[in-house]
């Protein structure tokens, strides 16, 4: 069952209400047990809401769903718009600060922690917010923002702002968020904590300048060797400073007026 279908099912707002604590549970060491996860986790309470907005919306309640979503908001500090399509096992850990557009579509065991915000850049009514793949990692403040698409496996690390396409199995982090780790190194079928790579992570801009350094420090070399190859007599000569040629001046003064002695 699709986003879509799991959305707006008859029986689709509760009836995957285990699989979405099990998918907590999993996903979250704190969680210990069901009923605490059922009690006290506010991303749980803020999905089940959405479910019931979405469902209303779609049968035409407009001001009902976002009465619903406006509730969900209060209670739980997560607004997510009555529109936005969602899929199973969704996780929004902490939750507060995370706003959720009315144009997005989140595939399925999508995580998202705290200030998260997957907002649209456009005042069209069509598409204009981001489209998550299954299995992403949105990390504590990062932005998300326009209708571009992030894909399946991604990782997006904490306070990143991403205004372009993220390939699948991707880790990006910085402003503008660039890649951080080269496809087939990254580990991101893994958990990721924050999405954000936690051992050492390579700077683009950094990486970079040290190309470039390492390519001035051989053309330094190779000048050197040119220059110890050439014969001294074909060296040109100098031009000689002010002081050099003051000094010379000085010299032929003194060896003239000590001759006519």
């Known amino acids: 069952m699709r986003a879509a279908d799991y959305t707006t099912a008859g029986d689709g707002v509760f009836k995957h209400l285990r699989e979405e604590i099990d998918g907590i549970m999993a996903r979250d060491p704190a969680a210990r047990s069901r009923l605490e996860v059922a009690l006290c986790y506010p991303g749980l309470h803020a999905i089940v809401l959405h479910r019931i907005a ?11 769903a976002r009465l619903i979503s406006q509730i969900a908001r209060s209670l739980t500090g997560i607004e997510i718009h009555p529109g936005a399509t ?32 997957l907002g649209g850049t456009s005042l069209n009514p069509g598409k204009r917010h981001p489209t998550l793949g299954d299995g992403v990692i949105v990390g504590a403040g990062a932005k998300i923002l326009g209708a571009i698409t992030i894909g399946r496996g991604a990782r997006i690390g904490a306070n990143a702002v991403v205004v372009a396409d993220v390939p699948a199995d991707t880790a990006v982090v910085g402003i503008p968020a660039k890649p951080v780790i080269p496809r087939d190194r990254a580990e991101t079928r893994k958990f990721m904590p924050y999405g954000t790579p936690c051992g050492e992570i390579p700077d683009p801009v950094a990486r970079a300048l040290t190309g470039l350094l390492d390519q001035v420090t051989a053309l330094q070399a190779r000048v050197g060797e040119l220059e110890a190859d050439r014969p001294s007599a074909a060296l040109p000569r100098s031009t000689p400073t002010p002081l050099e040629t003051v000094a010379s001046h000085n010299g032929g003064m003194h060896e003239a007026q000590g001759e006519s002695r």
Do not use: C, P, Q, S
């Open 54 to 64: 979405r469902r209303a919306r779609d049968a035409g309640w407009h001001t009902t």
């Open 86 to 117: 969602i899929g199973r096992r969704f996780f929004i850990d902490h939750g507060m600060g995370v706003v959720i557009g009315e144009t997005a579509e989140i595939g399925d065991d999508v995580m998202l922690y705290h200030g998260v915000t």
